[in-house]
């Protein structure tokens, strides 16, 4: 048991659809970051938030953004879906202080997306 | 180049089987951090250990033990015994002291343990 919650756990778009996936991270979790992992691949970083401000991204286009609320809830947005969107999208938090941590990350269970 | 290699893509054992899941990590950063996720079909990344680049002592935990050389940039997983309920992909991660919340993961080793 992590702490960190996802929704919803499976989702089917059409390609050019835009759409929302949730997460809520332990209390006291100020750090939270989002990865997508396609079949049979490590997850790939898409971008960390800490108190509520973007601090790091990997290589994803802006149409892949996010939120993160005072309440340790956060939010992966993601328009003009792509057919290669299709993955896993994990939800990771930690207790670090954004950049300087190395604290150990916790996982989701994951939003499986599909997109057709 | 900051980079994780599982080299191994499958590997099968029988119950009780000892099995070893090789790490090796590429960066010129003298402060990292290593570790190691068992995920499921679930989907759910399960933290098993986090290594400091400082700390090089070997860890046993249960029937789980880790093997970090610096001089060979490897960070090895050994299961003793292995069970059924060990079957799951399992990651190896790489993180960076200024870098946060970003983890640079392996491929991956899917390990099969039969009856």
């Known amino acids: 048991e992590t702490g960190v919650t996802q929704s919803p756990t499976h989702l089917i778009k059409t390609r050019g659809q835009q759409v929302t996936l949730r997460c809520s991270s332990q209390?006291?979790?100020?750090?939270v970051s989002w990865y997508q992992q396609a079949l049979g691949q490590g997850p790939q970083f898409i971008f960390q938030?800490?108190?509520?401000?973007?601090?790091g991204r990997g290589n994803f286009p802006p149409r892949f953004s996010g939120l993160q609320f005072p309440n340790y809830s956060s939010e992966l947005n993601v328009n003009a879906l792509e057919l290669d969107d299709s993955a896993l999208y994990l939800c990771a938090s930690s207790p670090g202080t954004g950049l300087n941590s190395g604290n150990t990350i916790y996982f989701g269970e994951g939003s499986w997306l599909t997109v057709v | 180049a900051q980079k994780v290699t599982q080299a191994q893509t499958e590997i099968s054992v029988v119950e009780k089987e000892d099995v070893t899941l090789d790490c090796v990590y590429e960066t010129r950063d003298t402060t990292y951090y290593l570790f190691w996720y068992k995920q499921p079909p679930s989907g759910e990344l399960v933290f098993l250990i986090r290594?400091?680049?400082?700390?090089?002592q070997n860890e046993i935990s249960g029937r789980y033990s880790w093997n970090f050389q610096k001089s060979t940039s490897s960070f090895n997983f050994t299961i003793t015994a292995s069970q059924v309920v060990d079957s799951a992909v399992y990651f190896c991660?790489?993180?960076?002291?200024?870098?946060?919340?970003?983890?640079?993961f392996g491929q991956g080793t899917e390990l099969s343990v039969k009856p």
């Open positions: 991660a790489l993180s960076f002291y200024n870098q946060g919340g970003k983890l640079i």
């Open positions: 290594r400091n680049s400082f700390d090089e």
């Open positions: 209390s006291g979790h100020n750090t």
């Open positions: 938030y800490y108190r509520e401000e973007e601090n």
